[in-house]
Each structure stands twice: as structure tokens, then as C-alpha cells.
């Protein structure tokens, strides 16, 4: 039976003559990691300003039902009040739906702004190491060439 050859070490010593620079990949790792810490920033500081507009709008909620809760002399006063009340309701929760959309909006708009800035510094990245990579295959190829070959030699 044919037995079949084992390329594990040729592929090991083709793979350590290539030429590679790890360090592309150690900056593509820090923008990354950057990237997602300004994401996870402008995430936790919407979290935050949404669960202020909560509260307030709870707290407005429960004061209004004070108002709501205390004794009457008339009947009449008691449907007054529930009429206020709704007025009351609708006015806050109108303020702070406001609230809320002023949130969504600056987080859209940092969102944009980090992941045009994002894409700046990884086309940087990019040109960067494709030129590091393009020198490198050249200085490569030279030696590889310009070894053991007369000038009067080559192509």
C-alpha cells in the first residue's frame, strides 16, 4: 500500500522563508479593540441619560397621581382632576419622548462620526501594510534574484 508523504515539514520551512509582519495584525487588533470601547462608551452613556429620562418621567408620573389621590368635596372635583391628570400625562410623556429622541439622535450621530473615523484609520491601516508587505516581497525577490546571478545574467 502507497503510503503518503508527509509535507509538514515543508510547509513549516516554506512558511518561515515567507516573509510576514505580525505587527499589521497587533495594529489592526488595537483598532479594533479602540473602536469597540468608543461604541461601548457612547452604548453605556445612552443607557444612562435613558434610565435619567426614566426616572424624571416617574417621578413627574408619581407626583401627578398625588395630586390625583387627595380627597374632594365634589364629585365634579374628582373627574376634574382625572381630566387634569390625563393633560398632565400626555405633556410629560410628549416632553420626555423628546427626551428620548434627542438620546437616539446623538448617539447616531456619534455612531457616524466614530465609524467614519474608523474607516480613515483602517484605510490607513490597510495602505500601510500594503505597502510594508509590497517592500517587503521586493527586498525578497532582490536577494532571492541577486543571489548567485551575474548581472549579465538576468532578465
Known sequence: MAKTPDFTQAFQNMMSNF???NSGISETFKTQTALGEKM???ALEAAERSTEVSAQWARDAISRLGELSTAKDQPADYAKAMSDFATAAAEIASQHMSAYAEIAKKVQM???DIM???GKDVAA???RMTQKAT???QNATRNVTGAG???E???
Request: aromatic fraction near 0%; hydrophobic fraction near 40%.
Open 135 to 137: 517592500a517587503d516581497v
Open 110 to 112: 456619534d455612531t457616524v
Open 116 to 118: 467614519l473615523n474608523a
Open 19 to 21: 516573509p510576514t509582519d
Open 125 to 127: 491601516d490597510a495602505q
Open 149 to 151: 546571478v551575474k548581472p
Open 40 to 42: 461601548s462608551r457612547v
Open 153 to 155: 545574467n538576468k532578465i
